[in-house]
């Protein structure tokens, strides 16, 4: 589940600021060493991530800790690079902008490979396809086979969400934004709003382990690419990313990890 033109994946972001950003700091990175070579200096590969979207990213409530898909693979390509991860977690609103503010090295947060993104970031090769889904109460009665049919409903969507833009994009439906997952779902379940917009893997996790009384709806979108992002102007970087993803794809550890967390091999497209 992130949104310019449509994804999860699932997530737009506001470009102006981000290009305004990345123009106020171009001289000085046209001088830059490529950020692969500072990231070896330090031994730390810096990955944002939003920690509060399970089951891609999030914190484990027995341990604390980091957890999910998200995390395991760039846990995996950090290895790879011979680097030790050093995750920051940040609201989805604010992730793309601290990119490009250089506050982390890259972005594993399921964020959507889009023509509109690419004119300000650099992706990596795709390590996860998926669609958008709606979901329901378990009780709910009227049938949504599209956002069209929720004309007259109120839909909640993630915040700064490629999905909160497809839906707005729907002339009808009133559009709730929240800034994560959880609260959203929760007014779903309690009858605040009449479904939810997000990722088909994501609802998948969701029915198996929430307790909320809630189910899948309809996909209605079209299978979305999520990548690894980064800064423009630094190549070698995204080449040892690439190569990492494809070294994973080639041994099984992608398949492993996204068996691990959907139960499908969600690190390629559907047959």
């Known amino acids: ?22 123009g106020a700091a171009a001289m000085p990175a046209a001088a830059a060493a490529d950020l ?4 070896r200096a ?7 991530l939003e920690g509060t979207y399970p089951p891609f990213n999030f914190r484990d409530p027995k341990s604390g800790q980091l957890a999910g898909y998200d995390v395991e693979v ?18 989805w609103a604010a992730i793309l902008a601290g990119l490009a503010a250089g506050r982390y090295d890259v972005i594993a947060s399921q964020v959507g490979i889009t023509d509109k993104r690419q004119q300000a970031f650099d992706f990596s090769r ?11 109460r378990r009780n709910e009665q ?26 707005k994009q729907v002339p009808g439906i009133e559009v709730r934004s929240y800034p994560a997952a959880p609260e959203n779902l929760q007014d779903l379940a309690f009858g605040r709003i009449d479904a939810a917009l997000n990722d088909s893997l994501m609802v998948a996790y ?10 899948a709806g309809a996909r209605v979108g079209q299978v979305e690419r999520m990548g690894i992002a980064m800064r423009k102007g630094n190549p070698k ?22 068996m691990k967390w959907f139960g499908s091999d969600a690190s390629r497209p559907a047959p």
């Open 36 to 39: 692969l070579d500072t990231a």
């Open 237 to 258: 970087l995204k080449a040892a990313i690439d190569g990492a993803l494809g070294e994973l794809e080639a041994d099984g550890s992608l398949k492993a990890i996204s």
């Open 74 to 91: 760039a846990q995996a390509v950090a290895g790879k690079l011979g680097l030790k991860p050093a995750f920051v977690t940040t609201e």
């Open 42 to 48: 330090r031994g730390t590969l810096r990955i944002a």
């Open 126 to 136: 795709p390590y996860t396809y998926s669609s958008p889904q709606l979901i329901v």
């Open 206 to 215: 969701l029915l198996k382990n929430s307790k909320l009384p809630i189910r």
């Open 1 to 22: 589940m992130r949104k310019e033109p449509f994804h999860h994946s699932r997530r737009a972001f506001g470009l102006a600021a981000v290009l305004l950003a990345l």
């Open 142 to 167: 009227a049938h949504y086979a599209s956002l069209a049919d929720l004309k007259g409903r109120k839909l909640g969507v993630g915040q700064g969400s490629v999905f909160e833009q497809q839906a």
